[in-house]
């Protein structure tokens, strides 16, 4: 079988590199029709179609990647009794919501509504991380028999990652886009309860840079953290690397519904390098991973609770690892490329 990855998407994000590898190593053909997100998207769709007749017209199928709602419409229009898939990842509305972009009632997130409507009502087959999210696609216009759960797993090199250190304090490691989803300051408060407790020597790093971070940085500094350092971004190439430091590594605590419905990449990250894993709880969650087993989860929003889950994991060494090994089992059962893909084409199957 011969897939098309068509759209403005990016190559490097790791959704679309766990797909394709996963694809490939199933021994299907994967094939790149692509062009820059920058500028209005009806710009870009002449490049799209010159590429597509270069190179995807004996495609199977279409699979039009996260976040390009706008390239659904056209990818339809190519597609033509070809099976078309889109995998959004998120929707456009509920995530401007979650970032406080503008308010519900707002005229533009009428128009992300609009633009969710379209691109879940045109595929052939919408994927959701979990069905959880698929129940809000489904609400935003796709189709229920259209809704197909392909989990976003990890890559390769997280579940080659080597054993936490034998010595030293305990790591606890955030990498992320400091978005509301992920609830910085409510691990930023987690933290500085901890700071008051008598503890085993432990430090975390909060790395990453989005539209939370100059408030995380001030918020450190007025609590006077010094255990808490923030680097900035990490070469994604780097990261296992950065894992490998880590003993512990926290997923997302917002407090909103989305933050219950997804399985962040940082989350399926650390479980797949066998780190314990503390993140928010949520029925998304609780379809894959179960608590106390395979990780930590506790209440979104809840510092006491979060901080709670960090000391049993700072004092409990045993518990560590024991998290850790069932995490890593957990997720080559579920979350390799190989199993993300197995995924899609049992849904294609179906349709």
Known sequence: MKVCLFGAYDPAYPRNRILARGLERHGHRVVEVRASAVGRFFKRWPRLLVQFGRQGLDADVLLVPEFRHKDVPLARLL???RRLVFDPLVSRWDTALDRREYGAASSQASWNRTIDRWSFQLPDLVLCD???????FESLGARRDHIWRVPVGAEETFFDVPPPPASGPVRILYVGGFIP??????VIDA?????????PEWEAELAGRGVEFDAARTRVAQLGLPRVKL??????????????????MLGAFGAGEKAGR???????????????VVTGDGPG??????????????????????????????????LR??????????????????????????GLARR
């Open 321 to 346: 690892g024991r998290l850790g090994t069932d995490a890593r089992a957990r997720a080559t059962e579920v979350g390799t490329p190989e199993h993300v893909a197995a995924a899609l084409l049992l």
């Open 130 to 136: 979990t069905w959880a999210h698929g129940q809000l």
């Open 285 to 318: 969650l609780r379809e894959l991973f179960e608590p106390d087993r395979h990780l930590l989860a506790v209440p979104r929003g809840d510092a006491t609770a979060l901080a709670a889950a960090l000391a049993r994991v700072i004092e409990d060494a045993a």
């Open 262 to 276: 997804v399985i962040p990449h940082k989350v399926w990250q650390g479980l797949a390098a066998g780190r314990a």
């Open 191 to 199: 933290l500085a309860i901890l700071e008051r407790e008598r503890l």
């Open 231 to 248: 680097p900035g971004p990490i070469d994604y190439a780097r990261l296992p690397e950065r894992v490998a430091t880590a003993h512990v």
């Open 181 to 186: 989803l992920h609830g910085i300051g409510t």
């Open 79 to 81: 597609a033509g009794r």
